[in-house]
Nanobody, 122 residues
Framework: VQLQASGGGLVRAGGSLRLSCAAS????????MGWFRQAPGKEREFVGS????????DYTDSVKGRFTISRDNAKNTVYLQMNSLKPEDTAIYYC????????????????WGQGTLVTVSS
C-alpha cells in the first residue's frame, strides 16, 4: 500500500485544517487507517484510527471532540478534519495502514505515508 498525505499548512489557533491521505496498491477497505503525529523533540503518537468499513473510530484523548476521522472507500482516501486547533497540535502528521487495528494503534503498522506538516500559531 502506498500512502500519500496532504493538506498540512500554517493556521492560527482556533482554526481548522483537513488532511487527506490517498492510498493505492491494495484493497483499501481491507485496511484499518490511522493518523499519527510527531511534534518537535517528541516521539510519534497515535491520533486516531478508523476501521475498514468506517464503523469503528478511535481517538486519543487530547483530540476528542476536535478532530474527526473519516474515509471514502470509493476514493481510497482517509481524512482527518482538525478543528479548534491549538499550538500543541503542531507536528508532522502521518497516515498509516494495517490490517490489524492493534498493530496500527501500537504504532507498528505495515505502511506509513510520508507526513505532512501542520503548524498552529498562537
Amino acid at each position: 500500500v502506498q500512502l500519500q498525505a496532504s493538506g498540512g499548512g500554517l493556521v492560527r489557533a482556533g482554526g481548522s485544517l483537513r488532511l487527506s491521505c490517498a492510498a493505492s496498491g491494495r484493497t483499501f477497505s481491507d485496511y484499518v487507517m490511522g493518523w499519527f503525529r510527531q511534534a518537535p523533540g517528541k516521539e510519534r503518537e497515535f491520533v486516531g484510527s478508523i476501521s475498514g468499513s468506517g464503523g469503528i473510530i478511535d481517538y486519543t484523548d487530547s483530540v476528542k471532540g476536535r478532530f474527526t476521522i473519516s474515509r471514502d472507500n470509493a476514493k481510497n482516501t482517509v481524512y482527518l478534519q482538525m478543528n479548534s486547533l491549538k499550538p500543541e497540535d503542531t507536528a508532522i502528521y502521518y497516515c498509516a495502514a494495517d490490517r490489524s487495528v492493534t498493530l496500527l494503534q501500537r504504532g507498528v503498522p505495515d505502511y506509513w505515508g510520508q507526513g505532512t506538516l501542520v503548524t498552529v500559531s498562537s
